[in-house]
């Protein structure tokens, strides 16, 4: 049970872009389009799932006050890994993310779960852990990189939504735009986040009020003008 | 003329921040107050300039053993991490001052896509000139990335010192409310684009 939570935080409870907002520079500078998006998320997940695996298996090996750079050569080897299958099988999309590829090194997603998790924690938690992270991460650019798609190019995938009738508003794949769509994005996933904490609340309360009020041994009935008067329970 | 272009477009036309997405989780982290976000500036051009020094020599040597493709990303970013790190040492040990101001915000300054991001953008710009006009023209691009990305940090803390006093609704606040400030400069900045 609680393995499968390990899994499932990274998805919402403990997003790391929506709700941690960490990871931040590829999140905007590549959600133009999104095939882009897919690449990128794939490619993040398969460094944190493997620097995870990799780092949590040999904890103890890794000196205390150096752990950091034991930690980035990891990921760098993973990262190297992700570029040159990139560079040789789908040069299109190497094309597309560019300097982002290298960058995944320096993405705080990786070295956050290295730091906080893998190097705490066992093989297959650290490995559940990462899965769920880079999925979380990668829901989260393919909602942004959606949005920015179909109001910057009117199309999905590459591939136009219809021919014409719609004129594209340029600045959202461009700069601006992309730090609008994210700041609307995490006060939306804030909202709802806030609104269900809410509800939870008020459920558990309205609950304790209730098995309170069971256990509580019933007044005396009183004449009805008196009981008016009163106020009520609790 | 050339190195004007270089200098002006790094700090105005593609800032780091602004128009290329290196370096945000500094910027939105340390824009608060002022005072941090000049501290965190200068730190950034400091080891920006420096970085994009260091990494071009180690990439001439990478290069002269034709290593730089599976050992371009590790080398970088260890020369950086162990840079950064010499630094701290030093600037502790000569200005304690200096130290103070800055000593916080350097160990955050490894991790800071604009560093490895200018020295990666070096490499795959300046590389195929002359060694000589290359090296003054990497240092120029990184000295000149700092400086806009402190350029970019100071206006952003100013506007957020503003922002504290004002009501913003709950969802909001903070972060959000960031990103959108943000927005609104760097669609002043897109008036630069095409200028080079």
Known sequence: ?234 | MEYFRIGFGAIFVYNFVLAQFLGLCPFLGVSKKMSSAVGMGMAVVFVMTMASVVTFLANLVLLYFEMNVFLGITVFILVIASFVQFVEMVIQKVSPALYQALGIYLPLITTNCAVLGVTQLNAARFAHWDVVPGFFASALNGFCGGLGFMLAMVLMSAMREEMEALPVPRAFRGIPSAFLLTASLAMAFLGFSGMI
């Open chain 1, 1 to 234: 049970m609680s393995r499968i939570r390990e899994l499932t935080k990274g998805l919402l409870r403990e997003n790391p872009t929506l709700v941690l907002v960490i990871g931040l520079c590829p999140t905007l500078a590549i959600t133009t389009n999104l095939w882009n998006a897919v690449g990128m998320g794939l490619s993040a997940t398969f460094v944190l799932v493997m620097s995870n695996v990799i780092i949590s298996a040999f904890r103890r090996f890794f000196p205390r006050s150096i752990r950091m750079p034991c930690f980035i050569v990891v990921i760098a080897t993973f990262t190297t890994i992700v570029q040159m299958v990139l560079a040789g099988f789908f040069p299109a999309l190497n094309e597309a993310l560019g300097i982002f590829i290298p960058l995944i090194v320096v993405n705080c997603i990786i070295m956050a779960r290295a730091e906080a998790f893998a190097s705490k924690r066992g093989v297959l938690d650290s490995a559940l852990d990462g899965i769920g992270m880079g999925l979380g991460f990668t829901m989260a650019i393919i909602v942004i990189s959606a949005i920015r798609e179909v109001l910057g190019s009117w199309s999905l995938f590459g591939v136009p939504i219809t021919d014409g009738g719609f004129a594209p508003a340029q600045i959202v794949v461009q700069a601006p735009g992309a730090f609008v769509v994210l700041g609307c994005v995490i006060a939306a996933s804030a909202f709802v986040q806030a609104a269900r904490k809410e509800s939870r609340r008020a459920a558990l309360a309205s609950e304790e009020y209730r098995a309170r009020e069971s256990a509580r041994p019933r007044p005396e009935r009183r004449p009805a003008a008196e009981g008016a008067s009163q106020p009520g329970g609790a």
